[in-house]
């Protein structure tokens, strides 16, 4: 649920990135962080196992500049891709306004990628959203391992509604920020819209 | 449709009043009003060394959290929490449903005050907060999307 403030003029907007376990979400947001100047960002919060797994959620407030004397800020967030923490992931989807699923491109993660999907689907709907009226992107991460599947074979998988989808090696940065500057946009022209 | 929060100067400025006051009557070191989404709407008192942006989000995170356990237990919700620490405590409520306030206090108040003078914030926040949703849903005033195109959108995108 985006946050429009007239008073210190500012559009604040929430993304969350869904997928399973492992699947490169939290690296997703440290790429960011790694590469965003200091003052378009604040602190990178994760709240992780002593194994490093999200065990909540990962966030990460980021400034993309200014429109027509607006700030628009995002606040990034990861759920927990680990099947039993679903009870979190519901929480983090409450208010989102754009979701990024990410997708392991690897033949054996095709199963927990589907069902992560219908997961990130059925959450949605509880919550009162539905995922095809929502600004949202596809990104296949993983695409430098050798046993990663074809962009056709996940797109059929992972993208029956066409939406638009990356490619992605998320430790190296490739289509990390393609993403986010997608799914940011859509986000504000469904703002946009809603007006 | 997204639902909206909207803030205008004159609501803004209502909170910050309420807010202001609640510092100093409850000997509080700080008050900050947050969206139950996690983003801060308002803050008062001693916030220079606090990263608000984090203690937001991570509140409205826990307040999420505990929520989560009050329908577990068919508990409508706990409408507040307390944190002791060893020099700072943390009182959080939730006010009209809405929103979140947060009052950081020392040794220098108590508890029993800061709920005592929280009960009254809470109700002045409720009225501000009620007004602002009719004003926000009644379309009432400009949108700043109104103006924005979507070049506006493209260029800032642009490397």
Known sequence: MSFINYSSREINCKIVYYGPGLCGKTTNLQYIYNKTMPEAKGKMISLATETERTLFFDFLPLSLGEIRGFKTRFHLYTVPGQVFYDASRKLILKGVDGVVFVGDSQLERMEANIESLENLRSNLIEQGYNLDNLPYVVQYNKRDLPNAISLAELEEALNPTKVPSFEAIAPKGNGVFDTLKAVAKLVLTELKKGK | ?159
Not at chain 2, 17 to 28: F, K, M, Q
């Open chain 2, 1 to 159: 449709m997204i639902q909206q929060l909207v803030m205008y100067e004159e609501e803004l400025e209502q909170i910050n009043n309420v807010c202001e006051t609640l510092h100093r009557e409850s000997n509080a070191r700080a008050v900050l009003v947050i969206d139950k989404n996690g983003q801060t709407i308002t803050q008062a008192g001693d916030v220079e060394q606090l990263d608000v942006t984090s203690l937001s989000s991570l509140t409205a995170g826990n307040v999420a959290a505990t929520g989560g356990i009050a329908q577990l237990l068919s508990e409508k919700e706990f409408a507040g929490q307390f944190h002791e620490g060893e020099k700072t405590n943390v009182h959080i409520s939730i006010v009209g449903a809405r929103v979140i306030l947060v009052v950081l206090f020392d040794e220098r108040s108590s508890l029993g005050l800061v709920r005592l003078r929280v009960r009254k914030a809470a109700s002045e926040l409720t009225h501000v907060l009620e007004v602002l949703v009719k004003k926000s849903e009644s379309g009432s005033q400009p949108s700043v999307f109104a103006e924005i195109t979507d070049d506006d959108i493209d260029n800032l995108f642009n490397d």
